[in-house]
């Protein structure tokens, strides 16, 4: 069978450009939460778990992102609202779950009070787009996709805690959204 290289041994000839497009596109794996009345995701692996959110015992004189501490299977876990790390409206929703965080220390517990949880998916490296600017409140989105009608916001817990980790000793690298694509 002739391809149109004159090379009778050749069955099918491809095209450099016919191969890349038949590549597997890269994925990414998520976990879509709302929160502030908006849909927001994080990398897997910042995720330790998620679990219901029940009974939170508030701390005095706490920081005003601190919602409160709660108990999870023996273990102390600091619960912080992202509404009030990123100094924006807490949303009508109330919140019912914790997306417990793993930020690389062990015996640091804390999580995020989340309205809803949509579960983890896996995002094609090429829906993420850079985000849109902010008015007001600090930039703390590697970038934005849309999933199933939603714009959904990549955060960037390194940016949303910018005002605690000093004071925790813990660094982490604050990624755009090169990183995440690499990554």
């Not at 920081?63 to 609202?81: D, E, K, Q, S, Y």
């Not at 094609?124 to 703390?140: F, Q, T, Y």
């Amino acid at each position: 069978m002739l391809d149109g290289s004159g090379d009778p041994g050749a069955l099918v000839r491809l095209h450099p450009l016919d191969v890349a497009e038949s590549a597997p596109e890269e994925m990414r794996r998520v976990i879509l939460f709302e929160a502030c009345d908006e849909w927001f995701a994080l990398p897997i692996a910042h995720v330790r778990e998620v679990q219901p959110l029940e009974r939170v015992t508030r701390v005095p004189n706490a920081p005003r992102a601190v919602l409160g501490i709660l108990n999870i299977r023996g273990r102390v876990l600091t619960l912080f609202g992202l509404a009030e790390c990123l100094e924006i409206a807490p949303g009508v929703k109330p919140r019912t779950h914790v997306v417990v965080l793993d930020l690389g220390e062990p015996e640091l517990r804390m999580g995020l009070a989340v309205q809803a949880i949509g579960g983890v998916r896996r995002i094609p490296v090429s829906a993420l787009e850079p985000p849109p600017p902010r008015d007001a409140g600090p930039d703390c989105l590697e970038g934005v996709f849309e999933v199933d009608g939603h714009v959904v916001g990549l955060l960037d817990l390194a940016r949303v805690f910018v005002r605690y980790l000093p004071e925790w000793g813990i660094t982490l690298e604050t990624r755009g959204a090169t990183e995440f694509l690499n990554a």
